[in-house]
């Protein structure tokens, strides 16, 4: 029979275990190690790590981590960090961007929303406050405009507010004053055919007519062998 050569097997080195790099791992029991297809590992890993949402994968040299998404970015699943589209905004470690509100729109690095100012409006979803046109005014955070003489006006005679839904003439007797936020007549001797976004909007009577009492929308000839008083 063959005899084995014990001197020499117990002088042979035992092939050492070698740590799985970055990137890969390994459970054992194995001669080489998987790679991380889809999440990332350091070295000498047992298993890959995902980024959870609101993070996305953070490099530095060979070691990766997972880090929080910065305010007005998101991720959904883990993978790179997104910018909030227009209109959303969103805090740090997101995983969705939220929608601006009626009266409010996101800000300008779109990390929180801003309320809607005077005189301006936002139906919603919106990077930008409209400003109210053609004599509309508005409150702060406010969805819409609304324009002098909606269903009311001052009866000079009567001096007093009073709603009107069929008279739509009476829309546009009257101005608006900033400072109030709020309606009033045009005096005598003028008129507004629009509803005037200030006092200056009222319009003086052309020569030969004249409006005889406030919040005229229109002015009337003067009468046969009569003048408009200065």
Same mark, same amino acid.
Do not use: W
């Given at each position: 029979?063959?005899?084995? /050569?014990?001197?020499?097997?117990?002088?042979?080195?035992?092939?050492?275990?070698?740590?799985?790099?970055? %990137?890969?791992?390994?459970?054992?029991?194995?001669?080489?190690?998987?790679?991380?297809?889809?999440?990332?590992?350091?070295?000498?890993?047992? !298993?890959?790590?995902?980024?959870?949402?609101?993070?996305?994968?953070?490099?530095?040299?060979?070691?990766?981590?997972?880090?929080?998404?910065?305010? %007005?970015?998101?991720?959904?699943?883990?993978? $790179?960090?997104?910018?909030?589209?227009?209109?959303?905004?969103?805090?740090?470690?997101?995983?969705?961007?939220?929608?601006? %509100?009626?009266? !409010?729109?996101?800000?300008?690095?779109?990390?929180?929303?801003?309320?809607?100012?005077?005189?301006?409006?936002?139906?919603?979803?919106?990077?930008?406050?409209?400003?109210?046109?053609?004599?509309?005014? $508005?409150?702060?955070?406010?969805? $819409?405009?609304?324009?002098?003489?909606?269903?009311?006006?001052?009866?000079?005679?009567?001096? !007093?507010?009073?709603?009107?839904?069929?008279?739509?003439?009476?829309?546009?007797?009257?101005?608006?004053?900033?400072?109030? /936020?709020?309606?009033?007549?045009?005096?005598?001797?003028?008129?507004?055919? $629009?509803?005037?976004?200030?006092?200056?909007?009222?319009?003086?009577?052309?020569?030969?007519?004249?409006?005889?009492?406030?919040?005229?929308?229109?002015?009337?000839?003067?009468?046969?062998?009569?003048?408009?008083?200065?």
């Amino acid at each position: 029979t063959r005899k084995r /050569n014990l001197s020499l097997c117990a002088n042979s080195p035992l092939p050492s275990a070698q740590l799985c790099p970055a %990137g890969s791992y390994s459970t054992g029991s194995v001669d080489a190690c998987a790679s991380c297809d889809t999440g990332y590992s350091n070295e000498g890993s047992s !298993k890959c790590e995902f980024c959870g949402p609101g993070e996305h994968m953070l490099e530095d040299g060979l070691i990766k981590n997972c880090e929080a998404c910065e305010a %007005g970015k998101f991720s959904e699943a883990g993978a $790179s960090c997104l910018g909030c589209t227009p209109g959303t905004y969103s805090n740090a470690g997101a995983s969705y961007c939220a929608t601006a %509100g009626a009266g !409010k729109r996101a800000n300008d690095d779109r990390t929180g929303m801003l309320v809607c100012p005077a005189n301006t409006f936002s139906t919603g979803s919106a990077d930008a406050c409209l400003p109210c046109t053609n004599g509309g005014h $508005s409150q702060t955070g406010s969805s $819409s405009c609304e324009k002098c003489d909606t269903g009311t006006y001052v009866r000079a005679s009567e001096a !007093k507010r009073e709603k009107d839904a069929l008279d739509l003439t009476l829309f546009v007797r009257r101005y608006y004053d900033e400072a109030a /936020n709020d309606c009033f007549t045009c005096p005598a001797g003028k008129f507004s055919t $629009s509803g005037a976004q200030s006092l200056d909007g009222c319009e003086d009577c052309a020569r030969g007519f004249v409006s005889r009492e406030p919040g005229m929308g229109y002015c009337d000839p003067c009468t046969p062998g009569k003048h408009a008083s200065a």
